[in-house]
């Protein structure tokens, strides 16, 4: 079985985020998400509007999502390579080059990012609409 992980917030659930869970899938068999815990997101300075059991109980429903596992910190991508036989690290091209060095344990693969879509524009959005 090919292992697949990708790594992220994945707040407000979004069709730029669904092309990337799918593209990542047709990499391997079975895709792990490390989902950005609510402490690592404010690492990232990031505040979701869904919580981490949230945002969880929803990936867990897009049929590309084989596995969840908590996203901590930055350290620990190489340690969840190793430890669960993943051959594809998988990200959008925001972060290109940013993972190359894992390269020493798995394939890395940037992918186009879906363009005019992203959590903030939907939050910037919405309050442009009150
Ligand atoms: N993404 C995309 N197209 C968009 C928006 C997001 O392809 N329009 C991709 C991002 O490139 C990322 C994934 O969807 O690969 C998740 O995006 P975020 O939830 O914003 O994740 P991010 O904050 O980039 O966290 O250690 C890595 C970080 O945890 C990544």
């Known amino acids: 079985m090919k292992k697949?992980?990708?790594y992220g917030t994945f707040d407000l659930l979004h069709y730029g985020h669904i092309n990337l869970l799918r593209r990542a899938k047709e990499y391997g068999d079975y895709l792990i998400v490390a989902l950005s815990t609510d402490e690592f997101n404010a690492v990232k300075n990031k505040k979701s509007f869904f919580s981490f059991e949230e945002r969880k109980l929803i990936l867990e429903s897009?049929?590309?999502v084989d596995c969840i596992i908590?996203?901590?910190?930055?350290?620990?991508?190489a340690e969840d390579i190793v430890k669960n036989k993943i051959e594809v690290l998988v990200m959008g091209n925001d972060w290109e080059g940013k993972f190359?060095?894992?390269?020493?344990?798995c394939d890395?693969?940037?992918l186009p990012r879906t363009p005019e879509i992203s959590t903030s524009k939907i939050k910037e959005d919405l309050r442009m609409c009150r």
């Open 4 to 6: 697949v992980v990708t």
């Open 70 to 77: 908590e996203e901590k910190c930055w350290e620990q991508k």
């Open 62 to 64: 897009i049929k590309y």
């Open 108 to 110: 890395v693969i940037y």
């Open 100 to 105: 190359d060095l894992l390269k020493d344990y």
